[in-house]
């Protein structure tokens, strides 16, 4: 795990403070209270998925990849919505404010893709909205809960995420508390939408565990596609022109690698599961892997370097 001490020295500052947030590209949904519903699958696996920061596939065993794309407004994510977005305005707000740093980064996140997918391999990107909720609401791939923690389903190509998810980041798998390495979540989330524009999504479902499984492989795929992002991050930019997001510094990276390396299934395995790693259960990549591509795509800058399906060297 390449991030140390220097973990200490993250920042929050990343967003510039005069930035226009746009609202418009997340909606709210959900209700305090209520029991996690194992969406269609085992309770235990749909919270494993969850914490993984994975893509929740229960949808796709019957309807294939829902490639519906909604282009009007969406609606509330299930239960009314209890969510105000009112506070999030500008990006001073990204910086102080949980919900308001999801909502500035996944206008960062879509401002990049919306031009680099058609540059880099002649497919257009397509908007995904964003659910932001608060203890559960419901998807097309299940219920959505704090228990699951963030993740992206296919059949309506949203991503669905409880701010409170950040805080269980840091204080139960190990993640420092920097700006980017809640902002890498987002961006690993996205690059799952990414990969279902492209067509690969579906290989995660070869029916396969271990570190060299197709899920593994998708799911290394959407953190090379983070530090993709992460590359260019500040380059993108709000409506008006205005500059998302600071250049990021050395400690943001070591930030985004803690995260990384917090929801590797050796290091869950080790801290969580009584210390036992068994690789042949893998479904999302060891901390190193997870680590290892995330960089992988920083260092490039370009989603063609994230291909996990042509090589062993995971």
Not at 38 to 60: H, M, P, Q
Not at 82 to 89: A, G, L, P, Y
Not at 190 to 203: A, D, Q, R, S, T
């Amino acid at each position: 795990m390449r991030c140390g001490e220097r973990c200490v020295d993250f920042g929050v500052m990343s967003f510039n403070e005069g930035a226009n947030l746009d609202t418009s590209q997340v909606t709210g949904g959900g209700s305090r209270g209520g029991l996690a519903i194992g969406g269609g699958i085992g309770g235990l696996v749909i919270v494993l998925i969850g914490a993984f920061l994975g893509v929740d596939l229960t949808s796709l065993g019957g309807t294939g990849t829902g490639n519906a794309f909604d282009t009007g407004q969406v609606q509330t994510g299930g239960d009314e919505s209890t969510i105000s977005f009112e506070q999030c305005k500008t990006g001073a707000d990204a910086n102080r404010d949980d919900t308001c740093r999801i909502i500035g980064t996944v206008n960062s996140v879509q401002d990049y893709w919306a031009d680099a997918l058609p540059a880099d391999v002649s497919r257009q990107y397509r908007a995904a909205k964003t659910v932001i909720y608060e203890g559960q609401t419901q998807s097309p791939c299940g219920t959505a809960s704090n228990q699951t923690g963030p993740f992206y389903c296919p059949s309506d190509e949203r991503v669905y995420i409880d701010a409170s998810f950040f805080e269980e980041l840091s204080s139960t798998y190990g993640a420092d508390g920097g700006a980017l390495a809640q902002e890498y979540v987002v961006a690993h989330e996205y690059g799952h939408h990414v990969e279902n524009i492209l067509g690969i999504l579906e290989k995660g479902q070869d029916g396969k565990t271990g570190p060299q499984s197709g899920g593994v492989r998708i799911e290394l795929m959407a953190d090379c596609m983070a530090g993709v992002w992460a590359n260019h991050a500040s380059t993108t930019q709000d409506a008006d022109g205005n500059t998302l997001l600071q250049p990021l510094t050395e400690a943001d990276i070591d930030s985004a690698l803690s995260a990384a390396a917090a929801v590797g299934d050796d290091h869950i395995q080790e801290e969580l599961g009584g210390g036992n790693v068994n690789q042949d259960s893998w479904t999302h990549g060891s901390s190193e892997s997870r680590q290892k591509w995330f960089m992988t795509g920083y260092d490039s800058g370009t989603v063609n370097s994230c291909d996990t399906f042509s090589t062993n060297d995971l």
